[in-house]
């Protein structure tokens, strides 16, 4: 599903700015990974060659067995659904959350009513059962809170019907009932789709879904370690990757982490 040999991404210069260095990594269908890493650490530009929104300044990158640079990326990433900030900050706040899971199909910011055949309503309808707004169909978008707002950008991906699912962020700034409902929400589509692969972005490891079965942690555009989430969210790799001593904690199926003994700045 993804295969990055040995990519670098920068910005030239002067002077170069380099944002990955180097970085191999290799997902297969059917696995959920965590990208954990430090601001800065790079995970933003590894999204950006994940999704298929820019390529590699160096190094090969296959997504959905697809070179990036041999391949249309329109096309590609009709088949890569994205659950971030900022698409949901230039969704019209007017909008019903119907008409908001409607746009996935589309891949659009407005709806395009005459694109729209009854199975993509039928299918907007069933994503938002699986999310568990279904009773809100008609309330606008932005009159939803925000764990609700996230909510329906998962149902906005999932109508997609994609093969991969980037999660950038997704729970980031939500109170406690919200984020453990969105992760909830996330965990059931990974356990009913098995063909499904994802890829969760995020500081906290409390944010990750109770279905990850892997985990790659970056620090300054390289990789630190990968594999097994049980083999990477460890106490010396976590402290690595964010230079204070970590506690990682794993209690039924979910993870926390929290600076160990009397560490200060």
């Known amino acids: 599903m993804i295969e990055l040999d040995h990519v670098s991404l920068w910005v030239a210069g002067p002077p170069r700015v380099d944002l990955l260095c180097d970085v191999s990594w290799t997902v297969e269908r059917g696995e ?14 590894l999204l950006s060659i994940v999704s298929a929104n820019r390529h590699p300044s160096a190094g090969t990158a296959d997504v959905l067995d697809a070179r990036l640079g041999r391949v249309d990326m329109r096309a590609l990433r009709e088949r890569i659904a994205v659950v971030d900030a900022p698409t949901g900050s230039r969704l019209p706040r007017a909008l019903p959350l119907h008409d908001v899971v409607l746009t996935g199909v589309t891949g ?12 993509d309503h039928e299918r907007a309808e069933a994503e938002l059962a699986v999310v568990g707004l279904e009773r809100l169909r008609d309330r606008r978008f932005g ?52 063909d499904l692969t994802s890829v969760t972005v995020t ?14 942690l970056l620090r300054d555009g390289r990789t630190l370690t990968s594999g097994s989430v049980a083999d990477v969210l460890t106490d010396p790799a976590m402290s690595e990757t964010f230079g204070l001593p970590v506690r990682v904690r794993h209690d039924d199926g979910r993870w926390s982490a929290t600076a160990a003994g009397s560490w200060h700045p």
Do not use: F, I
Not at 32 to 45: D, E, I, Q, R, Y
């Open 108 to 119: 659009t910011v407005l709806p395009r009513y005459e694109k729209y055949a009854a199975s």
């Open 32 to 45: 959920h990974w965590a990208v954990l890493g430090p601001n800065g650490a790079g995970k933003t530009s």
């Open 203 to 216: 500081h906290h490891v409390e944010e990750l879904p109770p279905t990850t079965t892997h985990a790659l």
């Open 143 to 194: 009159d939803c809170s925000h764990g609700e707002r996230a909510r329906a950008l998962l149902a906005r991906a999932l109508v997609q019907q994609p093969d991969l699912l980037l999660l950038d962020e997704a729970s980031g700034g939500l109170d406690l009932p919200a984020r453990e409902a969105l992760l909830a929400a996330v965990a059931g589509v990974c356990r009913a789709r098995p």
